[in-house]
T-cell receptor, first 112, second 115 residues
Framework: AQKITQTQPGMFVQEKEAVTLDCTYD???????LFWYKQPSSGEMIFLIY??????QNATEGRYSLNFQKARKSANLVISASQLGDSAMYFC?????????FGKGTRLHILP | DTGVSQDPRHKITKRGQNVTFRCDPI?????LYWYRQTLGQGPEFLTY????????KSRLLSDRFSAERPKGSFSTLEIQRTEQGDSAMYLC?????????????FGEGSRLTVL
């Protein structure tokens, strides 16, 4: 069965530094999608970035990039030049059948 | 605001009472999903609809839970005879078709506290 693992429950990063949030996944599917979502304190889940398993290039969206290493089954999120507004929970996710399943998340704190 | 809206945002109830949550998805989205999120955890899938058809229910959805989407637009999630373990954030999300490459659009959630 598909599974998402996020091993960092919390991280503290100085403002303007880059940060990497770890994610590993397990699936027997050949074709799958990987996602990252942000959840600020307001509670709403915000889609950040998508990577397809057959995409040869790592996905990028502004300051977000997904470091996809298929052989290692990892899909780490990299946030460049972190900002105070990046403080939030971050969830790695993947599609399974017709739905999306989520990891337990990493709480990111950006320090001024 | 044309995003996903949920009502109520907060609900406090006594154990044994029934509660109902409503979700209004983005109007052109045919898929609607319900998730449950407890403190320190990621969202857990409960059920989803394509138009008015409920296509899958998680084993997390006990027989005290029922969800409907009668006209393929808004959806309701009812919990009967609430228990303290039902305390959680209930998230609704919608998408246009299968969200395999696109994202789910989430509402801000309905937080349930069972005393």
């Amino acid at each position: 069965a598909q599974k998402i693992t996020q091993t960092q429950p919390g991280m503290f990063v100085q403002e303007k530094e880059a940060v990497t949030l770890d994610c590993t996944y397990d699936t027997s599917d050949q074709s799958y999608g990987l996602f990252w979502y942000k959840q600020p304190s307001s509670g709403e889940m915000i889609f950040l970035i998508y990577q397809g398993s057959y995409d040869e290039q790592n996905a990028t969206e502004g300051r977000y990039s997904l470091n996809f290493q298929k052989a290692r089954k990892s899909a780490n999120l990299v946030i460049s030049a972190s900002q105070l507004g990046d403080s939030a929970m971050y969830f790695c996710a993947m599609n399974r059948d017709d739905k999306i399943i989520f990891g337990k998340g990493t709480r990111l704190h950006i320090l001024p | 605001d044309t995003g996903v809206s949920q009502d109520p945002r907060h609900k406090i109830t006594k154990r044994g009472q029934n509660v109902t949550f409503r979700c209004d998805p983005i109007s052109e989205h045919n898929r609607l999903y319900w998730y449950r999120q407890t403190l320190g955890q990621g969202p857990e899938f409960l059920t989803y609809f394509q138009n008015e058809a409920q296509l899958e229910k998680s084993r997390l959805l006990s027989d005290r839970f029922s969800a409907e989407r009668p006209k393929g637009s808004f959806s309701t999630l009812e919990i009967q005879r609430t228990e303290q373990g039902d305390s959680a954030m209930y998230l609704c999300a919608s998408s246009h078709g299968t969200p395999n490459t696109g994202e789910l659009f989430f509402g801000e959630g309905s937080r349930l506290t069972v005393l």
